[in-house]
Nanobody
């Protein structure tokens, strides 16, 4: 079983910054893809940023130039640095990790979610 632990959410004023982190643990053989999604009240969950194993990052148009996704040295941690935050960024942010476990079965795991609120 693969377990994800997220941290770093909170309340920030418009224009401020936050950094989210997500660490994967458990029966992991390999990680193919890591990413962040968000869901605002009354809206569908949407992708924010992804970083596949080849390191090529992908971003939603709404966050390009403001958010940066990266991996830790151990490759089982993913970060989301969020700068110049806007009220529209307010949402619950979820970490997602896709890979293979130690029995070579694929997994697609989600974190518990961390709240980001941008308000003055």
């Amino acid at each position: 079983q693969v377990h994800l632990v997220e941290s770093g959410g909170g309340l920030v004023q418009p224009g401020g910054s936050l950094e989210l982190s997500c660490t994967a643990s458990g029966s992991i053989f390999s990680i193919n893809d890591m990413g962040w999604y968000r869901q605002a009240p009354g809206k569908e969950r949407e992708v924010v940023a992804r970083i596949p194993s080849n390191g090529n990052t992908e971003y939603a148009d709404s966050v390009k130039g403001r958010f940066t996704i990266s991996k830790g040295d151990a490759q089982n941690t993913v970060y989301l640095r969020m700068n110049n935050l806007k009220p529209d960024d307010t949402a619950t942010y979820y970490c997602n990790v896709v890979g293979f476990n130690t029995t070579f079965r694929s997994f697609d795991s989600w974190g518990q979610g961390t709240q980001v609120t941008v308000s003055s």
